[in-house]
């Protein structure tokens, strides 16, 4: 018995008041409740990236990623993006148990992705084979970031010897909740997105770089991340965009400089 709890929804404290007994509680954390945590002791942790965001909280670059990390002091598994610069070469010192992840072909004691499909070589009795997880056209939607998230969540249920086959039956039937690529509607041929849980750079610009050719809708707050490495990323694949809120300035800049015919 499993509660998905945290910034999902239900809290954590709903979930341990509530009269079912859970074998296993699931928690989403934010920056902000990592920076104040200090006593809890978890199985396994997934860092997903480490990338600009609430520097205006944190106060640095350097501070946001030391309150993420400080989730690993309380883990016994760390399940670690290897396709991130930032993590693999901040976690490099940390002694506990590390599975990294990625959409490379995994080495042994890692997870990854060989050919069509999702393999893992971290949770099997022989880290010299390969177990299948599931295939790529079977996590919706089929984007690499998806798939990224699909191979974090698979190595967190395994740690606590969820079998391949009932994550796989998960995966099969798993759709993002709202907000995330959500698509909206199809007319005339353009598909109408809405990724609003995209608040930060590296968000927006995976969600961006699942398609081919997009008007961007974007804006709000920068709270603190760099707009110029984000617009250098994405402007290949935009046709417009359409800015609103009160740092869509900072967006307009980076853009023109390294897109100046782009319609803003």
């Known amino acids: 018995k499993v509660q998905a709890c ?10 341990v008041m509530s009269p079912e007994k859970f074998d296993y509680l699931v ?3 934010s920056s902000f409740q990592l920076h104040w945590l200090r006593d809890a002791q978890f199985i396994s942790s997934a860092i997903l990236n480490i990338a600009d965001d609430h520097i205006d909280w944190h106060g640095s670059f350097d ?17 670690l993006n290897g396709d991130d610069g930032e993590v693999v070469g901040r976690t490099s ?15 042994p004691g890692e997870v990854g992705v060989v050919e069509e499909l999702l393999v893992d070589r971290a949770f099997v009795a022989d880290p010299q084979e390969a177990a299948v997880i599931a295939e ?24 606590v010897g969820v079998s391949h086959e009932v994550i796989r039956e998960a995966l099969k039937t798993f759709t993002p909740g709202k907000h995330r690529i959500e698509l909206v509607d199809e007319i005339g041929g353009v598909k109408w997105i809405d990724d609003s849980k995209a608040t930060n750079p590296h968000a927006a610009a995976a969600s961006i770089l699942a398609n081919f050719s997009v008007i961007w809708i974007a804006g709000g707050l920068a709270k603190g991340a760099a707009m110029p490495p984000l617009a250098e990323r994405v ?6 965009a359409i800015l609103i809120g009160e740092d869509r300035d900072l967006i307009a800049s980076a853009l023109r400089e390294v897109a100046p015919n782009l319609p803003i």
């Open 235 to 240: 402007w290949g694949r935009l046709k417009a």
């Open 136 to 159: 790529l056209t079977e996590i919706t939607p089929t984007v690499p970031h998806q798939v990224s998230n699909a191979l974090a969540a698979a190595s967190l249920a395994a740690t």
């Open 93 to 107: 010192h940390w002694l506990g148990r590390k599975v990294f992840y990625s959409l490379d072909t995994p080495a």
């Open 27 to 29: 928690l989403e954390l």
């Open 63 to 79: 501070n946001y990623a030391n309150d993420k990390l400080s989730l690993l002091e309380k883990s016994t598994t760390g399940i």
């Open 6 to 15: 945290g910034n999902v929804g239900t809290t954590v404290v709903e979930s």
